[in-house]
């Protein structure tokens, strides 16, 4: 056996040691690549933000790059475990940790954190500038209500009174006042159309509302989300004394079970079908359906109860009735009437179904039952 095959050989098995079958950084299984310099196992999309980390990274595949003798024992004496000890002594509870499927500037901004400015280290440096509180002031690119024109305006986030101020001119009172205890914020570049949108959707007199923002710096649109995750955090410690951390942490924010369109039909089925945008959110149990994406506020808000209590998805419609343009239909089922849908392809209507079972299938909390209430006022009124 020659050096180079000696040497992938030890590569692959420390591979398969521990935390090293995980991407470093998002937890992808089986990287594929390794920064020889810093002594972690990434994936290929980090491997990609690590090669522009301005030679504090340098990156080679594990299977096809050459390996010498010195690179590999640089590997052997580090590896994840080792580096997360010093790269990640320090991350705040709220920071949140990018996962493979999250979009490219959280995983970016998390890599540049750990390794460039080296924010969560034990060792002080210039550099470190974490977010270690809820509070922030500055601008942010606002997607207007009506004109859809994103304008720039001051933001600013208060921690201890736990809101959230935008203001359309400095001198002025606040053109919007958001309460962070209802207030989710979730990255949606793909649907804002800007690789920084973030999506921040609150309660406005009863209704869900949807603002989209962006800053043309990752890093701040990164610092803004933590800071909203960190506000949120002091805000379910005191809300919730007796609950664990380690229960709180996912509820700070969250990403939707499931996005897209569908076609709907009304309550009679017997209206036509239209396209309408839907977004299910799978903590607050809700299906909310808008007449475009980006619209500021739902047109109509369902609530997904659990299936001991008369909720429930069928696959296919109900007989004699039959889509427009989409004809693959799924029906909700609720205590008081069916709710008919139709996807676009196969693929779509199985993961709307698993998303829709997830739902129904978990537990409900004691708050679910207030907002099934509340949503159930409504609908009658």
Known sequence: MDNWDRNKTILL????????????????????WASYTLGVFICLNCSGIHRNLSGISRVKSIRLDFWDHDLIEKMRKCGNRVAKKHYEANIPPFYYKPRASDCVVLKEQW???KYEREEFTDIVTKLQKSVTSGNRVGYLWKRGKHNRNFQKRNFRLLEKEGLILYYAK???EPKGVIQVSGLNATFQPEKIGNPNGLQITYLKDGRTRSM?????????IVDWFNAIRAARFRYLKGAFPTTSDAELIPKLTRDYAKEGYME???PTQKEPFKRRWFTLDNQDRKLLYFKEPLDAYAQGEVFIGHSEYGYNVIEGLPPGLKGNKWKLGITIGTPERKFVFTCRDDQDLKEWIVAFKEVIFKPMSPQDYTVEATLRRKQRR
């Open 111 to 113: 890599i540049r954190a």
């Open 13 to 32: 098995e420390l591979l398969r040691e521990g935390e090293n079958s995980e991407c470093a950084d998002c937890g992808a299984s089986d990287p594929d």
């Open 264 to 266: 709907k039909t009304g």
């Open 170 to 172: 400095e001198d002025e």
């Open 212 to 220: 989209f923002v962006y800053h043309k710096n990752g890093k701040d």
